[in-house]
């Protein structure tokens, strides 16, 4: 029971003190600047550690801008209590170090930690050394009493060397801060990061780099300690509102939408009241002087002095003796306490420079009065007039206890009534569009928005609306669809493989017309030929399986000017599938009928030579194809070989070129002239070229369409087939098979890439040797 009495004691006491500490509440321009910085760098706080699944740099951005708030409250109770409790605001002075540390591990930790180690090591070492110093500086306060500060006007402590060593610490976790950003800042430049890394950079090292050497100044007495709080709220402001705005609109954590707008609102509001507060605040101060100047000197030359005045003197020019100038008034000679009023000394001033201002300190060190010195023209009277040091203080508290009222309904106003108004008219329609893209996600279409404004939001909802409409009538016609596909499916099937045995009976009726063209091998005595054809479009019909296409082969054994002749054709109409085919029909019916008309008429014929026949035939050919005005055009190799003698006519119509076999060895036969394919009109002007050779025994001349030769050799890397169109790779194949048919074919069967037809003819001089081709396959080859 006694401990809880005793405990209950100190509390009540402890309380006491803190409200009378509260009756003395004194408020001052940097009273108002550093409530600004605090309130501000809090909500950053706040909105920073309040993002749900918040990323690590996040973490201790915002430890780091809650820190900078504490530390702001400090000198917002330095400045704001006229009582020696406020002096221990130098406590909370110290939480400045740890917001470096934290903005050391954000620079480490954005956008993503890359090296763990050193990071950690980093941060345990300045948190230890933060405080390791943190105890010795309070230990050094709880020996010392508090004291008056004229230059700040403020209490404090009078530790020299420990606050020149607190900037000093505060210079260097700064320093190592602005050298990890760096750092840092170049090594994201590979991952993209590196302009926004050293933008943070930037912004930081203007918010807080300015007020860490101003700090450092006052601290070697360059500079006054007003002098770096008026540096320490003009830069942190901004920088802060500047982050805020860097940070929202670059970071990728799932920040709030209505959190945004009213970060960036309040700041706006607090950075427009500040500078606000610059314009009004900051000659308050000039404005009591003024007033209490103008009292004093009404003072002398009325005799009349008001109650408020503590002292007022006059000093002689000669003797230079004080004498008071009311009996009821002291004399104060108290000259080793005497204040110089810096602060407003460096600024523009209303006064005559023949005014001297100070204030006064008591016996006890407490602050007394404020005092002004001065004479009146050219007089060599001196006069001083103190008063109240207590009425200073009341004077710029009843200005700057208007802004902070202003400044409180400020923020009341934006993070609650702001909110309030954003979020009917902003968040509230975001929200049930999101609550209807989420049902849309889990295939609910029959979510709707209600829209109740005619804004952007508004019709953003009212097109989703409709879109969501739309996808609700295509569903139901899909599953309309869907459930009708079966049967659609099968009269689809039903009517496609209609149209594809209708198609495939016109196949293979055109098929039956190729046929009668088709050769598989002739024997006539010395000479022999072995042809076949595979054309690319291969169907089944009635479950046999036939091809289509446009290569031809024909031969056929005639008397031309009394000799036997053997004559032959491979051809390759234009087109695919049926249209070749009826090329290859047109051809083969012309060819036929020519060598029909010559054995009819082979009495007549025989005054004719072989070249004559072989040019007339042609022409006749080249002109029928001219009738179809381009649109039908064939290459060709037409040619007649006389079997006594073994001598060979060609004539070649853009054709590949003929290949002689002999003695084992394959070889391009060298073509003189080459003619226009048969469609396209012949130069009449030139002179008709036939080109001869003379075959020996047991030469082959092989004819081929254009398939041998355009052979598939590979796939390139879009997957295109890779066309080999040199004829090289099918000499080879003749040299590799002897010249046999069955096996060339074999050899690039699996190669081949259009149609290909090959005509092969042997010579042999003695009738009575066998024919190697009569060794052949009796059958046609099959492909």
Request: glycine share 6%; net charge neutral; with cysteine.
């Amino acid at each position: 029971m006694r401990t809880v009495f005793f405990k209950t004691i100190v509390l009540v006491r402890f309380l006491q003190k803190y409200l009378q500490d509260f009756m003395d509440l004194k408020l001052t321009f940097f009273s108002f600047g550093s409530l600004i910085v605090c309130v501000f760098t809090g909500v950053l706080s706040a909105f920073l550690l309040g993002i749900p699944g918040r990323s690590r740099s996040s973490t201790y951005l915002g430890t780091a801008f809650a820190f900078l708030s504490i530390h702001a409250f400090a000198f917002v109770t330095a400045y704001s209590l006229n009582s020696p409790t406020a002096a221990y605001h130098r406590w909370l002075i110290l939480f400045v170090i740890p917001a470096f540390v934290c903005l050391t591990q954000f620079f480490l930790h954005y956008p993503v930690l890359t090296n763990h180690k050193f990071a950690s090591a980093l941060l345990w070492t300045q948190s230890v050394i933060w405080i390791g110093f943190s105890a010795y500086y309070i230990n050094a306060t709880l020996s010392l009493r508090p004291v008056f500060d004229f230059t700040e006007q403020i209490w404090t402590f009078g530790l020299i060397n420990e606050n020149k060593l607190l900037g000093v610490l505060i210079l260097s976790y700064c320093s190592i801060m602005i050298f990890i950003g760096i750092r840092r800042s170049w090594l994201n430049k590979q991952i993209g990061k590196g302009y926004v890394t050293s933008l943070f950079l930037l912004f930081f090292i203007l918010l807080i780099l300015p007020a860490v050497v101003a700090n450092a100044m006052s601290r070697a007495g360059i500079i006054s300690r007003a002098t770096f709080l008026t540096i320490y709220t003009f830069f942190i402001i901004p920088g802060s509102f500047i982050i805020l705005v860097l940070y929202i609109n670059t970071t990728e954590d799932k920040t709030r939408f209505l959190n945004r707008i009213t970060g960036i609102c309040l700041g706006t509001f607090l950075l427009i009241q500040y500078w606000l507060g610059i314009a009004s605040v900051a000659r308050q101060e000039e404005t009591f002087d003024l007033a209490k100047l103008r009292e004093s000197e009404s003072s002398v030359f009325l005799k009349n002095f008001p109650a408020g005045i503590l002292y007022a003197i006059e000093i002689s020019g000669t003797s230079k003796v004080a004498r008071s100038l009311d009996a009821s008034l002291p004399i104060s000679t108290i000259k080793g306490n005497e204040f110089k009023r810096q602060a407003l000394e460096d600024v523009d001033s209303f006064f005559p420079k023949h005014v001297d201002r100070f204030f006064l300190s008591d016996e006890s060190k407490n602050p007394w009065s404020v005092s002004y010195r001065f004479n009146i023209k050219d007089s060599a009277t001196i006069y001083e007039f103190g008063f109240p040091y207590e009425s200073y203080r009341e004077s710029m508290h009843e200005i700057v206890i208007l802004h902070v009222y202003i400044l409180a309904v400020t923020i009341v106003t934006i993070l609650i009534g702001f909110r309030f108004f954003f979020k009917g008219t902003i968040w509230n329609p975001l929200k049930n569009l999101l609550s209807a893209i989420e049902r849309i996600n889990k295939g609910d279409l029959s979510a709707k928005i209600p829209v109740r404004i005619q804004d952007e939001i508004g019709f953003l909802s009212i097109s989703f609306n409709g879109m969501v409409a739309t996808i609700r009538e295509a569903q139901t016609a899909l599953s309309v669809y869907a459930n009708t596909l079966e049967d659609q499916v099968k009269e689809r099937t039903f009517q496609l493989t209609q149209l594809l045995e209708q198609q495939q009976g016109d196949y293979f009726l055109t098929s039956l017309l190729l046929k009668p063209f088709g050769i598989e091998k002739i024997e006539n005595g010395r000479i022999a030929f072995e042809s076949f054809i595979r054309q690319k479009k291969q169907f089944t019909f009635k479950g046999h399986d036939y091809e289509i296409g446009g290569d031809l082969s024909m031969a056929d054994t005639l008397t031309i000017g009394g000799k036997s002749c053997s004559v032959f054709i491979n051809a390759d109409a234009m087109g695919k599938s049926i249209q070749g085919a009826g090329g290859a029909i047109v051809l083969g019916s012309i060819f036929g009928s020519i060598l029909n008309r010559t054995k009819l008429f082979e009495d007549k014929v025989n005054e004719i030579t072989p070249q004559r026949w072989l040019k007339s035939t042609f022409l006749e050919l080249s002109k029928i194809f001219e009738i179809f005005d381009g649109t039908m055009l064939v290459t060709a190799v037409i040619g007649i070989i006389e079997e006594d003698s073994g001598k060979a006519y060609i004539v070649n119509a853009e054709h590949p070129i003929p290949i002689l076999y002999r003695n084992g060895k394959a070889s391009l036969l060298h073509t003189k002239h080459f003619f226009n394919r048969m469609g396209i009109p012949q130069d009449s002007s030139e002179a008709f070229i036939i080109q001869s050779i003379q075959l020996r025994s047991g030469d082959c001349l092989i004819i081929g369409s254009d398939g041998k030769d355009d052979l598939i050799a590979g796939r390139s890397d879009d997957g295109n087939n890779i066309i080999n169109g040199s004829p090289e790779t099918f000499l080879s194949c003749i040299e590799e098979a002897k010249g046999d048919l069955n096996e060339v074919y074999e050899k690039i069967k699996n190669h081949l890439f259009d149609d290909i037809s090959i005509l092969k003819i042997e010579y042999i001089s003695n009738p009575e040797t066998n024919l190697r081709i009569g060794g052949c396959q009796k059958n046609r080859i099959k492909l």
